[in-house]
């Protein structure tokens, strides 16, 4: 009985080994095919990171250049503003110069006593001097104020464009 035995066993083990190997085979491929769409789908996911990522880039990219189209849009406004400014301040300063229009300050004259009386030791009379000016720098200063006033103004209105077109503005 032992030889039967042995060559039983022989069988046996040489099934079990040939049925081991088989299950080994068809799992190696079952896991092969699981491994193959894995890569498919990693890839496909890769591929479309990829082009979200193109994509935001592009919209960031056409956001960029419309903020840069509309600030030098502002700049160009506000520039000619400026520019616009200067040159009425140069012509009023040459029409002023020439005589043809006349600078009017508003003034007027302190009392020479303390009761706002002219003084009664002084006689009256008619003075025919010319209308009252400013002095030479004080005209300057004048017109170096009215440039710098205008500056300002668009200088801050341009600022106040910026922020209100750029810095607050919501993206989608």
């Not at 994509?55 to 056409?62: F, I, P, Y």
């Not at 903020?67 to 040159?87: F, G, H, N, P, V």
């Not at 030791?121 to 209308?131: F, G, L």
């Given at each position: 009985?032992?030889?039967?035995?042995?060559?039983?066993?022989?069988?046996?083990?040489?099934?079990?080994?040939?049925?081991?190997?088989?299950?080994?085979?068809?799992?190696?491929?079952?896991?092969?095919?699981?491994?193959?769409?894995?890569?498919?789908?990693?890839?496909?996911?890769?591929?479309?990171?990829?082009?979200?990522?193109?994509?935001?880039?592009?919209?960031?990219?056409?956001?960029?250049?419309?903020?840069?189209?509309?600030?030098?849009?502002?700049?160009?406004?506000?520039?000619?503003?400026?520019?616009?400014?200067?040159?009425?301040?140069?012509?009023?300063?040459?029409?002023?110069?020439?005589?043809?229009?006349?600078?009017?300050?508003?003034?007027?004259?302190?009392?020479?006593?303390?009761?706002?009386?002219?003084?009664a030791a002084n006689p009256a009379s008619v003075d025919?001097?010319?209308?009252?000016?400013?002095?030479?720098?004080?005209?300057?200063?004048?017109?170096?104020?009215?440039?710098?006033?205008?500056?300002?103004?668009?200088?801050?209105?341009?600022?106040?464009?910026?922020?209100?077109?750029?810095?607050?503005?919501?993206?989608?």
């Amino acid at each position: 009985m032992i030889p039967y035995l042995n060559t039983a066993l022989v069988k046996v083990a040489g099934i079990l080994a040939i049925g081991i190997t088989v299950g080994l085979t068809i799992n190696a491929w079952r896991l092969g095919a699981d491994i193959a769409d894995l890569k498919a789908e990693h890839s496909q996911q890769l591929t479309d990171i990829a082009n979200a990522a193109s994509t935001a880039a592009r919209q960031a990219l056409e956001q960029q250049q419309r903020s840069i189209t509309a600030l030098a849009e502002i700049d160009r406004k506000y520039t000619d503003e400026i520019a616009a400014a200067q040159l009425e301040t140069d012509q009023l300063r040459s029409a002023v110069a020439s005589g043809e229009r006349r600078l009017r300050i508003k003034a007027s004259c302190p009392a020479t006593n303390s009761n706002s009386m002219p003084d009664a030791a002084n006689p009256a009379s008619v003075d025919d001097a010319a209308s009252p000016r400013l002095t030479g720098v004080a005209e300057r200063n004048y017109w170096l104020l009215r440039d710098r006033i205008a500056l300002a103004t668009n200088q801050v209105s341009a600022l106040q464009a910026y922020i209100k077109g750029s810095c607050l503005k919501v993206t989608p």
